[in-house]
């Protein structure tokens, strides 16, 4: 299972998701009577370093690949592929000849904007990451404005645009200059940070937008939300790999599939005191 992070410290350190998904796809490979080891990257160049990993793979006797949710950062990942059955997660950027399964983001927005329309809010505005509106082929966004499309009356802001790595200070001036601008009601945003950057920002007087988080923690949340499948992506990974490798399907696939695993809404533990009209 190779990750986009150069060592397991680096992977202990990113999101949870990253991690979820390996907890699954190792409970699906144990449980298939495979072993499953996570795969790091190296060097510098990271195209050479994808024909290294794929010639050190092969000499080790390993013939199944996941590819595991490679970030922007990652434009191209190339090696031998037709000694390999393998599947990739998400990394639609990469634009890989191979079985993919994937999070429903684009659902996941969906939900949220419906849900929010339900509420009475008429104003929504969607926060992402720029880096991940990349790799996961604009799929929050367009689920944004296709479900608006459905909703007469929505007055939509643009999308504002994250960049990664920004603190929740230090993305507060742009969400807050943001807020004003448009008089948004509602925030749909993958970002955690958003409800402190909205209190770091805080004016005297001015109620807060509502806030949907999409891709809530594990633990509880005061926010409403949608809490992705991760660990089950990964099973899901685990057993389109297991299938190629059983029947002896190596190198790249003519006609991809791709499987999408949809979140779960979570109401949030707080009263939800809207900004949004009745």
């Not at 990113?14 to 795969?39: D, F, I, M, N, W």
């Not at 990349?134 to 939509?156: K, N, Q, V």
């Not at 949608?226 to 990974?237: P, S, Y």
Request: include cysteine; charge should be neutral.
């Amino acid at each position: 299972m190779i990750f986009d992070f150069a060592s397991a410290a680096e992977l202990a350190q990113a999101p949870l998701s990253y991690r979820q998904l390996l907890v699954g796809a190792t409970r699906k490979a144990r449980e298939l009577g495979y072993g499953l080891q996570p795969c790091f990257f190296e060097g510098p160049s990271r195209q050479a370093e994808g024909r290294r990993i794929g010639r050190v793979l092969a000499c080790r006797g390993i013939t199944g690949i996941i590819i595991c949710a490679f970030r922007a950062r990652t434009t191209r990942f190339e090696l031998d592929w037709s000694r390999f059955s393998a599947v990739q997660i998400e990394s639609h950027h990469l634009d890989l000849p191979l079985h993919n399964v994937s999070t429903d983001q684009l659902l996941m927005a969906r939900e949220a904007v419906r849900r929010l329309a339900q509420r009475g809010c008429r104003r929504i505005g969607i926060a992402i990451g720029r880096d991940e509106e990349i790799y996961l082929d604009h799929a929050f966004t367009l689920g944004f404005f296709g479900e608006a499309s459905l909703h007469p009356g929505l007055e939509l802001a643009p999308p504002l645009m994250l960049r990664n790595g920004e603190t929740a200070a230090g993305i507060a001036p742009a969400l807050r200059q943001w807020i004003h601008r448009h008089r948004i009601e509602a925030i749909i945003s993958n970002w955690h940070t958003v409800p402190a950057s909205l209190a770091a920002s805080r004016a005297d007087g001015i109620p807060d937008p509502d806030v949907v988080i999409l891709g809530l923690a594990p633990e509880e949340s005061p926010y409403d939300g949608i809490r992705q499948r991760d660990a089950e992506v990964g099973e899901q990974a685990v057993e389109q790999l297991a299938m190629l490798m059983k029947t002896n399907q190596t190198g790249p696939v003519v006609s991809p599939n791709r499987i999408l695993v949809p979140g779960a809404w979570v109401a949030g533990r707080r009263p939800v005191e809207s900004t949004c009209p009745a």
